[in-house]
């Protein structure tokens, strides 16, 4: 399989599903300003909407929109229970998380990092606070549904991670803090950050794209 992707971008929560199942995954860089991947291929022709990420499959079928690729990649490994079996309310509460970090968190946090979006940054960044003042008091234990990891926490901990660059304060709310603590502490997570070369930012508990000096002096 390809995973066609963007360091830190949305395209990472599929990349933790593949390194905490053990699915071997190609990872296909691509350009956001030119839609081109590092191989000079054309990504408008695997995603003609253009973004992050996609998965081509082994027999060359193409899988989009994140939500949808890590159930797909879940339910490659059911046994290792990143998404609980079909037909169970446990599985539709995570599905039920996913469509709440797709709609109310993703898309509005991209917003607040995006110029053209700057006349509505303060409306767009009340709506977040509000459903991040909610969210903190919702999670379960340490992962959004309890005490297992599912394809939901992937995802959170990604749209999680923009903070320092949408200006979203997660000092204020020491439950989402924690749960990123206990996110990036798993041997899965950490592969996908440093196979994507992502690096703690300072001292902080987020991850940003290692300089390109760190990178030149390996
Ligand atoms: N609905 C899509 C949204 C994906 C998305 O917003 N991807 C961003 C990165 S987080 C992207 O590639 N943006 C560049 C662009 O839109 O051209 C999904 O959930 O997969």
Request: proline share 8%; charged share 15%.
């Amino acid at each position: 399989m390809k995973l066609y992707m963007h360091p830190g971008a949305c395209s990472l929560s599929p990349h933790i599903v593949c390194r905490e199942l053990g699915l071997p995954v190609e990872l296909v860089e691509v350009d956001r300003a030119t839609h081109r991947t590092q191989g000079g291929e054309d990504y408008l022709h695997i995603n003609g909407n253009g973004y992050v990420p996609a998965l081509v499959l082994a027999d060359g079928q193409v899988l989009t929109e994140g939500p949808a690729i890590v159930q797909y990649l879940a339910d490659l490994r059911p046994e290792a229970g990143l998404l609980p079996p079909t037909g169970s309310v446990e599985r539709s509460r995570v599905q039920s998380w996913l469509n709440f970090i797709s709609a109310e968190l993703h898309k509005p946090m991209v917003m607040l990092m995006l110029p053209a979006y700057a006349p509505a940054r303060a409306v767009v960044a009340a709506l977040v606070d509000k459903r991040l003042d909610w969210l903190a008091g919702q999670i379960a234990g340490p992962y959004l549904t309890g005490d297992r990891f599912t394809v939901a926490d992937a995802y959170l901990f990604v749209c999680l991670n923009w903070s320092p660059w949408n200006g979203v304060d997660l000092a204020r709310r020491p439950a989402l803090q924690a749960f990123m603590a206990q996110v990036a502490a798993r041997p899965g997570v950490q592969a996908a950050l440093a196979a994507e070369g992502l690096a703690p930012l300072g001292d902080s508990i987020f991850f940003a794209p290692r300089p390109a000096e760190a990178v030149a002096a390996q």
